[in-house]
């Protein structure tokens, strides 16, 4: 039982971040530099990509690797990412937009709409890296934040169910997902940005790569490939490290506070 919390709270989350920085990375982007990753959710998926990457590899390795219900759930979010992605770029709309829909309703189950979200705008808007401006930002596939309440549903997992004794790394995550899937207008825009607006496609195509290669790295339980592939991105993202843990520790502190007490 201890494992499958572990996994369900804090194992599929690295691999998504490990993820986005991993799909940066290949695509030459510092995230914070460009408009489209200002403000929103956009802030907590840079600064907790940013926190993990400034830590060390085994502190992670170890969780995922070591572990048979984080090979598992990295697996299906790997599987869930790499489906969501073709759905996308057939121009499945449909398809994608039932799925999708039907995982938000197994994981916000209902009687979870009348409760207080997570994290709001102000929250939200108030941590960033970047010193742009916030515009009118475009909308966004969040094909992660899809992803993973899709592998959450695929494995009957309710994350509300481990929040005692869940990491507050994993409550920013339930945080933003759950921000996107109980507001119907911006997940309406997700999901129909995904297949009408090729803006964020290879971004999304570097993504689904690099959640297939993480997972196949833990499957493998291959230790040097995975302190590899780490320290390699580690190395691209180091110099924000120290402003991007400090943000990091602010968010933290925030979301602690906010579930803490269920102040906003």
């Known amino acids: 039982m201890h494992d499958r919390i572990t996994a369900d709270t804090q194992a599929v989350t690295h691999a998504a971040f490990l993820s986005m920085g991993t799909a940066w990375q290949a695509n030459q982007q510092f995230p914070w530099e460009i408009n489209r990753w200002v403000g929103g959710i956009e802030n907590v998926k840079i600064n907790i990509t940013l926190r993990i990457y400034s830590n060390k590899w085994h502190v992670y390795a170890g969780l995922a690797i070591l572990n048979p219900a984080a090979k598992k759930q990295i697996r299906q979010y790997a599987e869930s990412v790499t489906d969501l992605y073709k759905l996308m770029i057939e121009g499945r709309r449909d398809e994608l937009k039932r799925r999708v829909r039907a995982a938000g309703e197994a994981v916000f189950k209902a009687g979870t709409n009348g409760q207080d979200l997570l ?13 742009r401006e916030r515009e009118q930002a475009p909308p966004n596939s969040h ?60 971004d999304d195509l570097e993504f689904t790569f690099a959640a297939r290669a993480w997972s196949d790295c833990v499957s493998f339980g291959d230790f040097e490939s995975y302190r590899d592939r780490f320290e390699r991105i580690q190395q691209y993202f180091a110099p924000r490290f120290p402003e991007a843990v400090k943000l990091g520790n602010e968010m933290m502190k925030t979301i602690l506070e906010k579930t803490a007490t269920g102040q906003a």
Do not use: Q
Not at 119 to 131: A, T
Not at 177 to 184: C, D, K, Q, S, V
């Open 119 to 131: 994290l709001k705008d102000e929250v939200l808007d108030r941590f960033s890296l970047s010193n």
């Open 143 to 202: 094909l992660s934040l899809l992803a993973i309440v899709d592998c959450w549903s695929k494995l009957g997992i309710v994350p509300y169910d481990h929040m005692i004794c869940s990491t507050p790394l994993f409550r920013l995550w339930l945080g933003v997902t759950e921000y996107l899937f109980r507001n119907p207008e911006l997940l309406e825009a997700a999901l129909d940005t995904a297949v009408d607006d090729k803006t964020f496609r290879s």
